[in-house]
């Protein structure tokens, strides 16, 4: 009796085991993993640093490996030629001013009072010489002057006549004021005057080159004395923050996470887990890239994933191969 007892509890004992392994024979769905592996690596971001314009490098303050943070000076350009071009512009905007401003003002006082004097001179030669005339008009018929005399007077007086318009016209000229179109013109060169001198003055800021981002210096391309043409790379500077890992997610797991979803990431031989948040997901598929490996055949389609690491450190380098655990993925769903 005992030992059909025995027997019967053995076979129950194998059905129990067989039905946890086989899940219920096959009856009941297998729980869904709700882990995800990503693999991928660190993003290598960097910034080539150069002068906007040529010359000699004056001095560099930095050298590799200098941590330096936005808007810090790095280096900058011997500045005597762009001196002497700023003094140029200078005077040639003073002068432009100066152009406009007569231009504006119109004549000085004294300038109308000199042409009305020369309108009361030539008034009263006009007058003398129409006197003259009036005087011998009556005289060359009866003979009692020559007609050579004649002709002198008649031609003085017209002279005399001419000039008058003349100093006249030079009074209104004055009077109206300088055209609209010679001060539009003043204007004009003033403006052009002005945008050179800002021109040169940006050349002059382009020679100092700081940092325009916070970063770590990598490459030191050239040293003070040397020559170097507009955009040479002068230095290059590793952009470390923000942290970005470049992983990609098989095609059969893309529903399975979405952005802003939370991440752990690790790297080999670094035992620190950091945090990350899934930023970004390709909105086209790749074939698999060869310097990512995962469970799937290389010729599997993959979507690119970005992960913004939230705590990172010194630790974790560009270019180092990480795992993205995805703790809160979606359960896969079958097919």
Known sequence: ??????????????????????????????????????????????VDMGFRVGGRISAIGVDEGAKVARGQLLATLDTAS???????????????????????????AQDVGQARARVAA??????????????????????????????????ERDRAAAQLAEARQALSLLQAGTRRED???????????QAARASVG???S?????????????????EPGAIVQPGETVLTLSIDRPM??????????????GP????????????????????????????????????????DLVYQVRVIVDDPDDALRQGQPVTIAVIGARARHAD
């Open 244 to 257: 970005r890992i470049r992983a990609y997610v098989a095609e059969t797991d893309l529903a399975r996470i």
């Open 183 to 193: 001060v539009a013109a003043a204007a004009a060169e003033l403006k052009s005057a």
């Open 82 to 108: 762009i001196d002497s071009r700023i003094a140029e512009s200078d005077a040639r905007v003073a002068q432009a001013q100066a152009n406009y401003d007569k231009a504006r003002n119109g004549a000085r």
């Open 260 to 299: 802003g979803m939370k991440v752990q990431v690790k790297a080999d031989g670094n035992a620190k887990a950091y945090r990350g948040t899934i930023g970004y997901i390709a909105p086209r598929a790749e074939f698999t890239p060869k310097s990512v490996e995962t469970e799937n055949l290389r010729t």
């Open 1 to 46: 009796m005992n030992r059909r007892r025995l027997i019967v509890l053995a076979a129950l004992v194998a059905v129990v085991v067989a039905a946890m392994f086989t899940r219920g024979f096959g009856l009941f769905p297998a729980r869904p993993a709700t882990e995800l592996s990503l693999y991928g690596n660190v993003d290598i971001r960097e």
């Open 206 to 222: 382009d020679t100092r080159l700081v940092a325009a981002t916070a970063g770590t210096v990598v490459t030191r391309a050239r």
């Open 122 to 155: 030539a008034q009263a030669v006009y007058d003398n010489a129409q006197r003259d005339y009036a005087r011998r008009q009556a005289l060359v018929e009866p003979g009692a002057i020559s007609r050579d005399l004649w002709e002198q007077t008649r031609t």
């Open 202 to 204: 940006t050349d002059q």
